[in-house]
């Protein structure tokens, strides 16, 4: 236990994120933990199919080449590296993370979490598994471990633990853990909160964008952080990207976990000078009773063709060939349970290019049966090659038809899983969970800022031009942060954009479950659409599987803006 500021940098915020991060954050500065996030949702389907070819399998790869490249120079820098590329085999990663510091010949004592797993509990799925929280990472690190590898542990958590560890917090300093939850949502996909995939790109500068920096956090016993970067690196860090990386996959002012539950409505950011957001006030509460479990299954096959519609009567050539594959389908032995159709108007008048005078028609199928999305489809549409509209091609050939996933939550009492600590001397330290519990319920609605004067001019301009906005999924389900950078400008959004307009400028979202968030310290609202991803994102079936354009398309939107602000 130590009560110095605690140096926390990330390397990775997905399975496939930048390989050299690992060694640009070892040697761009000073550091205590380095963490990488390689699991998200579709990441766990896909580790599930990998270890279904091979046992030993189930990890993230691209960890376990980084260390090669990287191991040394931790280990010489005495940097702690803490990751959940164990996926579904931690163990397995671990014992070949300990092969790896032999060959290399470096003395690092290697740790992993166990426990998340509970695929046996739930029959018919490829990967069932619980997100534990920090403290079985905190053990392996106050053992003394230089590395530590988990499963399904929450992206956070990955900071909660060597915080935990490094001051030494108990469970129930929930204002404490709360901060360091907060600063872990910030870190947890890397470059996001150092300007990338940012609403307000073109206000810097193309060559800071070109290369950002990935973000660090230095972390204080009292939980107050601040977010930055190493000097002298890509991006920025301000107000804003952190904003945004804050509103980036939460929902309502209570942001739960199996440490704590965060209360984002108490979130103060502070400019701390350049590239430096002070991350303050945060309070915690007792966390919920029950443990979040994603649930992967594969879900059946899809297929997918997209007809590419040239030049004129672009709607009838797509009611032809959409008539034309209806009725092969319906002639097949057997129609796809699902099949989507989505006329995608790209073309111009009067292009000078063929490709700018084109439209896209994308059909997609999905069924239990791989041979009725498969031969049925592929056999169907090359038929028409020569039997339907005018310039008739396609951007590909259907294939056979490629196995989706699906994903669920559901959520189990915290005492019946078994969290535990392995230790690099092969002991186990079972992590109890917390005495305390709270069950999640939503805040009350806080007051609204006074609306701006009525009368005001007004001009119709895009909504992205007074408001940020970052959007992603969960599950089927998706949600839309936004948020203003001026008081005023945060006066009109909260009064302007309700659940019905929000419906109104994205018909998509017309007949679905809306649900609108408040968060005044952040001057920002947080939408939570259900349903709009059916089955999920490995399921594939929107143009926009993940949602990670929706919050853009919104922003697109035109309304009566009051001039003042434009």
């Known amino acids: 236990m130590t009560a110095g500021p605690l140096r926390i940098g990330n390397a990775s915020g997905f399975y496939g994120d930048r390989f050299d991060a ?84 470096i003395p690092v004592r290697v740790a992993h979490v166990e426990g998340d797993d509970l695929t046996a509990a739930h029959p018919g799925t490829l990967a069932a598994h619980a997100y534990l929280g920090g403290f079985g990472i905190a053990a392996c690190l106050r053992e003394g471990a230089d590395i530590v590898v988990t499963g399904r542990v929450t992206d956070a958590a990955l900071v909660t633990g060597p915080a935990a560890a490094h001051f030494g917090w108990g469970p129930g300093e929930y204002d404490r853990l709360a901060g360091a939850v907060v600063a872990g949502h910030v870190l947890e996909c890397g470059a996001q909160a150092t300007g990338g995939n940012y609403a307000f790109f073109h206000e810097a500068t193309p060559a800071a964008l070109r290369h950002p920096g990935f973000p660090l956090a230095e972390l204080h016993a009292d939980g107050t952080a601040v977010i930055t970067k190493h000097p002298g690196t890509g991006g920025l860090v301000d107000i804003g990207t952190v904003t945004a990386q804050l509103l980036y996959e939460t929902g309502g002012a209570r942001y739960a ?254 007949d679905l479950p809306v649900t609108r968030h408040t968060l005044p310290n952040l001057r920002a609202l947080n939408f939570d659409v259900v349903g709009i991803l059916g089955e999920g994102v490995a399921s594939q079936a929107r143009f926009d599987p993940q949602a990670k354009a929706l919050g853009e398309w919104l922003r697109s939107r035109h309304l009566d803006i009051p001039e003042a602000l434009l």
């Open 22 to 105: 690992m060694r640009e954050m070892l040697t761009g500065g000073e550091l205590d933990v380095l963490t990488g996030d390689y699991l998200a949702e579709l990441t766990m389907l896909i580790l599930g199919r990998d270890r279904m070819k091979d046992p030993a399998a189930g990890y993230a790869r691209t960890f376990l080449r980084q260390l090669e490249e990287c191991l040394g120079l931790a280990y010489e820098r005495g940097v702690r590296i803490v990751a959940n590329a164990g996926g579904l085999n931690p163990s397995g990663l671990a014992s070949r993370i300990r092969e790896l510091a032999v060959r290399l010949d």
């Open 257 to 510: 976990g199996p440490d704590v539950t965060a209360r984002l409505d108490t979130i103060t950011l502070t400019q701390d000078g350049p590239d430096r957001v002070r991350v303050h006030g945060v309070r915690g509460e007792a966390p919920p009773p029950t443990l979040k479990v994603g649930l992967n299954r594969l879900g059946g096959f899809r297929n997918e063709v997209t007809f590419v519609l040239t030049g004129l009567e672009i709607e009838r050539k797509a009611a032809l060939v959409r008539d034309q594959l209806e009725t092969a389908l319906a002639a097949a032995k057997s129609r796809p349970a699902h099949v989507d159709w989505e006329l995608a108007r790209t073309d111009h008048p009067d292009a000078r290019t063929e490709e700018t005078a084109s439209a896209l028609l994308r059909l997609v199928v999905r069924d239990p049966d791989q041979a009725t999305v498969g031969r049925a489809l592929s056999g169907a549409a090359v038929e028409l090659a020569l039997a339907s509209y005018p310039g008739f091609h396609v951007l590909a050939p259907p294939g056979k038809g490629a196995p989706y996933g699906v994903f669920e939550a559901a959520h189990v009492a915290r005492d019946t899983v078994r969290h535990v600590a392995v230790l690099h001397d092969g002991r186990r330290l079972p992590v109890p969970p917390g005495d305390d519990t709270l069950p999640l319920r939503p805040v009350d609605e806080p007051a609204l800022p006074a609306p701006l004067p009525p009368g005001l001019p007004t001009r119709r301009a895009p909504l992205g031009l007074v408001a940020g906005a970052r959007s992603g999924d969960k599950g089927g389900n998706a949600n839309i942060g936004l948020w203003a950078r001026t008081d005023d400008a945060w006066r009109w959004l909260a009064h302007t954009l309700t659940t019905d307009r929000l419906r109104a400028l994205l018909p998509e979202t017309a």
